[in-house]
């Protein structure tokens, strides 16, 4: 086979992979379930013994992992590293790819124990990237020893790209339903109190201790609670 065909088949997949991806953009998924796909597609167009995808804790200064496709229970629960530390760590920092052909002779790695078990022998690690601000790294590791190409470098890192817009987005979405959530709960519950205040004649505290109170006893939310008292004004004046 011919380095033009191997070019080809390696476009192809390219292409493939940022199209799956891409098409969860607008989609309904869940952010769980859009990494896991990332995952699965990175894992098969590189052929990797396991993929995983960690996303940076800001507040804790860590790299989580929240998605790989392995089914080792030692590497599905290692600890999140620093920023900065180990190889993960470091592309964090960096942004920027790193290889590594011996993972066992690699001093800044960080799980030679759970590799060892694992059989893992090379990695490709690379950073999910969105306007020069890293969310994540997707890792990539192989069975056998494996001098990374350039041109496999740039497939993952084509892939990745597109995968941090999309998990940028999903996460965007679902701190707007969540800013619009509590909206529509504080509306709700500054009416409720207004129809307390006026029938039982309380003052604003006391109509939302009330609200608070009984959204407690019942383990329902004050949305609820709150709702359920402007149904009830409603039925009244009909």
């Not at 995952?39 to 995808?53: G, H, P, Q, R, Y």
């Not at 990237?129 to 740039?154: A, M």
């Amino acid at each position: 086979m011919t380095k033009k065909t191997n070019r080809a088949i390696s476009q192809a997949k390219q292409l493939e992979a940022i199209s799956r991806v891409s098409k969860t953009i607008t989609s309904n998924l869940y952010l769980e379930d859009i990494l896991k796909l990332i995952v699965t597609v990175s894992a098969e167009i590189m052929n990797s013994k396991i993929c995983s995808l960690s996303l940076v804790d800001e507040k804790a200064g860590t790299l989580v992992l929240k998605a790989t496709q392995s089914m080792s229970e030692a590497y599905n629960k290692k600890a999140p590293l620093r920023i900065g530390e180990g190889i993960a760590g470091k592309v964090a920092l960096e942004n920027k790819p790193m290889v590594v052909y011996g993972i066992s002779k690699e001093p800044e790695y960080k799980y030679k124990d759970i590799a060892k078990k694992e059989g893992l022998r090379s990695l490709l690690s690379v950073p999910l990237s969105v306007k020069g601000r890293v969310i994540g790294v997707l890792n990539n590791y192989t069975s056998r020893p494996h001098k990374f190409t350039k041109q496999e470098i740039d497939v993952l890192t084509s892939v990745s790209n597109q995968a941090a817009i999309v998990i940028e987005n999903a996460e965007l979405m679902v701190k707007t339903r969540v800013i619009q959530e509590e909206l529509e709960t504080r509306k709700s519950v500054e009416k409720a109190k207004g129809i307390l205040m006026k029938e039982q004649g309380l003052s604003e505290e006391e109509a939302f201790k009330k609200i608070q109170r009984q959204s407690m006893d019942t383990r329902r939310s004050m949305r609820d609670i709150a709702e359920a008292i402007l149904l009830i004004d409603t039925m009244k004046k009909k």
